[in-house]
């Protein structure tokens, strides 16, 4: 099921990537960097069982440990250099290159954003996976370990180094704890260009999408409904916040949005809450119209305490405590960057159309601190990532491995 590619496809691929090589002074059209391309479709079923394998070890963020353990094996299994884990639970494996001019970290993210005890057992029809994480991102992570076995396979040295990496905490409430950990901390000072593989398709991710979000908690003394009545109420005054939230009005371009995406709070049915708290989430493409929402959300926040505090004028009143729980800054990078020119060579020596978007990904915090960076899909077609539901569509998957190998080369460089 893996051999779709017509055989003049193959060859037309070959032929372009000549050209690709000559033109973006990228990867040598050199006979291995073939090898590699046509061992990447040869393999890919063993590349799906890998992604199936991977998505049946559960991972959900902040417990990653069990599929990290598995990824330090595979990593030293298919010859990758210093293989360890870091402290805050990133798998890392290099391979080293000849000059130390460029470090390539090439990276997919082992968390999931679903909890403990989801059932995570892959399911096959056909051309179909289904399980929850199929795409995002055992994908991912499938993808770069046969991008290293491709490597190995066809002999490839790089000039620049690649350095493998499943990192924890993509997802959520992950904050990118993972990613930011590699470039204060693991790899600080060496990392000059990042690709995260993650999710499916052959999109190129080339602005960072930022985030705000906080968990907003009011508080009070609490009482009988009946016995205490006259007192503020923490669940009235979180309503009164998101009643106010929700007639936010945000520019369309750049795209700004919010969402009070959880809230909980109280006892008993016939009591005045003590507590009662919110998650919200804002984002936005540009750094301005975020810092504009998240005043906007502050101001309306401090004005449900205060009118819910006078509306009932008690001697007691409620307090409000507002958390910032995941902050992810705003990140962008011009189409004639040469990591962007990367994606666009190797897009065009696998004949695929250029599609370039913006999202909140790993990239977001290099992207923050001028490394180049993008985030790239792994193949195939993905269909409700984040749904338990979710599922994969391996038709031609092997071409997300292919550009993802071509786009490291050409980044890296062939010796
Ligand atoms: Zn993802």
């Known amino acids: 099921m893996v051999k779709t590619l017509l055989p003049t496809f193959a060859l037309a691929l070959i032929m372009t990537a000549s050209t690709l090589a000559q033109s973006a002074n990228s990867a040598a059209p050199n006979p ?21 394998k991977t998505c049946e070890i559960p991972a959900p963020f902040f417990k990653e440990e069990a ?27 290099e391979r080293p290159g000849t000059s130390s001019d460029t470090t390539l970290v090439l990276a997919a993210h082992l968390d999931t954003v679903f909890p403990e005890g989801t059932d995570v057992k892959v399911k096959r029809e056909g051309n179909i996976l289904r399980g929850p994480g199929i795409g995002d991102d055992c994908r991912g992570l499938a993808v770069i370990l046969t991008v290293a076995r491709a490597l190995n396979e066809a002999k490839i040295m790089t000039k620049g180094t690649i350095i493998f990496v499943a990192n924890v905490g993509e997802e959520g409430l992950g904050d990118l704890r993972g990613v930011k950990y590699l470039f204060n901390t693991e790899l600080k000072g060496r990392i000059t260009h990042f690709i995260s593989v993650d999710g499916t398709g052959t999109r190129t991710t ?99 305490l205060k009118e819910e505090n006078e509306f009932w004028n008690h001697e007691k009143k409620l307090t409000v405590e507002v958390t910032l729980v995941g902050n992810r800054p705003v990140g962008d990078q011009p189409a004639d960057a040469p990591i962007v020119q990367a994606a666009i060579a190797a897009d065009a020596a696998l004949g695929l159309k250029s599609v370039f978007g913006a999202s909140s990904t790993d990239s977001n915090i290099p992207m923050s601190l001028n490394i180049p960076a993008i985030t790239i899909g792994g193949g195939g077609i993905g269909r409700e990532a984040h749904a338990l539901t979710e599922s994969f569509d391996t038709t031609n998957s092997h071409v997300g491995t292919q550009r993802t190998l071509l786009i490291t080369l050409n980044i890296v460089g062939v010796k």
């Open 32 to 52: 291995q960097v073939r090898r590699a391309l046509e061992y990447i479709q040869t393999i890919e079923t063993e590349t799906i069982n890998e992604q199936i």
């Open 67 to 93: 599929r990290a353990a598995y990824y330090k094996q595979r990593f030293a299994e298919v010859g990758l250099k210093n293989v360890r884990i870091d402290k805050e639970g990133n798998v890392i494996g």
């Open 206 to 304: 080339n602005a960072g999408v930022g985030s705000n979000r906080y968990r907003v908690t009011f508080k009070g003394p609490g009482g009988h409904s009946y016995g205490a009545f006259g007192m503020p109420s923490p669940i009235h005054a979180l309503g009164r916040a998101v009643e106010k939230i929700s007639r936010f009005e945000v520019p369309k371009t750049p795209k700004t949005t919010f969402t009070v995406g959880r809230i909980e709070g109280g006892t008993s049915v016939n009591s005045i809450a003590h507590t009662a708290w919110m998650e919200v989430d804002m984002r936005s493409e540009s750094a301005a119209a975020l810092a504009k929402v998240d005043a906007q959300f502050q101001q309306a926040v401090q004005d449900a």
